[in-house]
């Protein structure tokens, strides 16, 4: 039987409640299926083939982000590039009409994600390479991934940090880090100040508020100023309201200068907080790239950042105030992330680093300037086209 024809039958014999119950069992059967189903050999090419990026490039999640900056880089080098929107879960209507050959298959979509994409698109249908990127926080991917690993032909890890994570995965592991658009960062309205410094940390709920450490944030601070009426930190969070045990215990460790934020925000708007800020503040535990650091240095705003994980692949002291950081066992009340460690960044090192850059607006100037340098060096278009395949940079040319 066909995963389409399963799928039929799973919806007419069964009641929605049951479904729901035996989802699991039914995620292990098509995973096993998109498995044993193989892979068609691609036809010779006969001219320029697209370059198709599959992902959920409609949703608000980061892995979602990720997929369309892929998209719109392709597309500012001139590429034949075709989008393929996904929703999580099986989606049929992403169906492939018949065998759909490309240059490239790029999965924006890690592998808990990636047997349902190609069940949803056929997985004999998808004809040419396949690249999977692939996102990851500590220092070794779940063993599950190993065996999904096995639907691509190489992995794509946004920093050397997440690459040292996959090297178990038994397929070549390729760094292609995020591209950003420096127009996107050119002449932003900061929002204005409510304080003479004003110190900024954002961060999603949902990504794990014990990996992200803003309590971190809050207590450097607090040692760097005290109760001072001049200084003010603003944590802008979201989906608090889906962990009220976590915003409950945050809001408790504010204080009068903290401000927290949990709400929702057109991205423009966020660009405007963190453009305002004097500093970024990103104390976290582990990224496995830092896109919101790499943003703040495109907007000219000054990082104080763990010196650990994946942001060090375009921060180093010369561009950012690097705070020292130890290892310790994962402890995440969340339960998002267990077992293995991460990053405890030195809290006593960070308050001197707020303090400094308070104290000294040269130092604040010279770090904006040359954060804006490295982000245009090493995250434009052009760059993260030289970490692509050569095949796939081909495939931008012939497409052109």
């Given amino acids: 039987m066909s995963l389409r024809g399963a799928q039929g039958l799973w919806k007419r014999v069964l009641p929605p409640g049951v479904r729901a119950a035996a989802a699991p069992l039914a995620g292990q059967a098509v995973r096993a299926l998109v498995h044993a189903s193989g892979r068609a050999a691609p036809p010779a090419p006969s001219g320029p083939l697209p370059i198709k990026v599959v992902g959920l490039l409609e949703s608000s999640h980061g892995i979602g982000a990720s997929a369309r900056l892929a998209v719109r880089a392709l597309e500012s080098l001139g590429a034949w590039v075709e989008p393929v929107n996904l929703e999580l879960g099986l989606d049929w209507r992403a169906r492939l009409p018949g065998p759909t050959p490309a240059a490239a298959w790029i999965f924006h979509l890690n592998p808990p994600e990636t047997p349902n994409a190609l069940a949803s698109l056929g997985p004999r249908r998808v004809l040419g ?6 996102a990851w926080e500590l220092p070794e991917a779940p063993a599950s991934w190993r065996t999904d690993a096995r639907l691509v032909d190489e992995v794509w890890a946004p920093s050397r940090y997440t690459a040292e994570a996959f090297k178990r995965l038994h397929r070549p592991v390729r760094v292609v880090p995020h591209p950003l658009f420096p127009e996107d960062y050119a002449g932003v309205q900061p929002l204005a ?32 100023f005290g109760d001072d009426p001049a200084c003010e930190l603003v944590i802008k969070t979201q989906n608090g309201s889906a962990h009220p045990p976590a915003l409950a215990a945050l809001r408790a460790r504010a204080g009068d200068r903290v401000r927290i934020i949990d709400e929702s925000w057109p991205y423009a708007e966020v660009k405007r907080l963190i453009a305002g800020a004097d500093v970024l503040i990103s104390l976290h535990r582990a990224e496995g790239f830092g896109l919101v650091m790499a943003e703040a240095m495109a907007l000219r705003v000054p990082v104080v950042a ?13 561009c950012g105030l690097l705070i020292p950081a130890g290892s310790v066992e994962v402890d995440d009340p969340q339960g998002v992330y267990r077992g293995q460690t991460w990053a405890e960044p030195d809290i006593g090192a960070a308050a001197e680093a707020l303090k400094r850059l308070r ?6 100037a010279a770090l904006a300037e040359a954060g804006r340098r490295r982000v245009a060096e090493r995250l434009s278009p052009k760059a993260w086209l030289s970490t692509l ?12």
């Fill in 389 to 400: 395949p050569e095949a796939v940079q081909a495939a931008v040319v012939s497409g052109r």
């Fill in 306 to 318: 763990t010196a650990a994980t994946g942001n060090l692949d375009f921060m180093d002291e010369t």
């Fill in 129 to 134: 390479p396949r690249y999977g990127v692939w």
């Fill in 359 to 364: 104290a000294q607006p040269e130092l604040r």
């Fill in 193 to 224: 100040k409510t304080a003479e410094f004003r110190a900024v940390a954002l961060f999603d709920f949902n990504s794990s508020a014990a990996r992200k450490n803003p309590e971190g944030a809050i207590e450097a601070f607090r040692r760097a």
